[in-house]
T-cell receptor, first 115, second 107 residues
Framework: DTAVSQTPKYLVTQMGNDKSIKCEQN?????MYWYKQDSKKFLKIMFS???????INETVPNRFSPKSPDKAHLNLHINSLELGDSAVYFC??????????????FGAGTRLSVL | RKEVEQDPGPFNVPEGATVAFNCTYS??????FFWYRQDCRKEPKLLMS???SGNEDGRFTAQLNRASQYISLLIRDSKLSDSATYLC????????FGAGTTVTVRA
């Protein structure tokens, strides 16, 4: 059983389109995250939700809108896609939002290519 | 100054060799650290936590030097399967990742 699963694995789309990436975790964790890994392999946090509440929002353009319907799911919707959005997007989860319980488990990633 | 800085490498070593590399962090108040491993086109996975007194997990040894604000990872008796990018991570509630150190172990 995959602990953190995200779909789709690959996403190829045209500039200006709107797309969504879904993430689900079956670990019973309270906290979920979205990261972006660009072509230079630098992994940067975008958002974090704890029990469905937004707790981290790292100066991400408002074209990116996360949504957490319950604590096991955190989806990412992207409006008006731009070339610079091309990257690998990773979902992750941790037991809680605390120093002691912040080991994060990652999904396999979604490779987004904007043409 | 970046929050977490790593030597990108690559470190090319023969099987059986020892390889070590460091990572520096900018926040002197940081208390918690990890090493993650990322294989090519895969997700990051936790390799080990880093404890104040240093810790070992099999062939891997992690050290923390608070005075100089760096952590290190040493891999003994390298295996081909150790080839990966090693990500230094500072845990200040949110995780701050270094850009990674690439290690290639050759036969």
């Amino acid at each position: 059983d995959t602990a953190v699963s995200q779909t789709p694995k690959y996403l190829v789309t045209q500039m200006g389109n709107d797309k969504s990436i879904k993430c689900e975790q079956n670990l019973g964790h309270d906290t979920m995250y979205w990261y972006k890994q660009d072509s230079k392999k630098f992994l940067k946090i975008m958002f974090s939700y704890n029990n469905k509440e937004l707790i981290i929002n790292e100066t991400v353009p408002n074209r990116f809108s996360p949504k957490s319907p319950d604590k096991a799911h955190l989806n990412l919707h992207i409006n008006s896609l731009e070339l610079g959005d091309s990257a690998v997007y990773f979902c992750a989860s941790s037991q809680a939002y605390s120093l002691a319980k912040n080991i994060q488990y990652f999904g396999a990633g979604t490779r987004l290519s904007v043409l | 100054r970046k929050e977490v800085e790593q030597d990108p490498g690559p470190f090319n070593v023969p099987e059986g060799a020892t390889v070590a590399f460091n990572c520096t962090y900018s926040n002197s108040a940081s208390q918690s650290f990890f090493w993650y491993r990322q294989d090519c086109r895969k997700e990051p996975k936790l390799l080990m936590s880093v404890y104040s007194s240093g810790n070992e997990d099999g062939r891997f040894t992690a050290q923390l030097n608070r005075a100089s604000q760096y952590i290190s990872l040493l891999i003994r008796d390298s295996k081909l399967s150790d080839s990966a990018t090693y990500l230094c991570v500072v845990n200040d509630y949110k995780l701050s990742f270094g850009a990674g150190t690439t290690v290639t172990v050759r036969a």
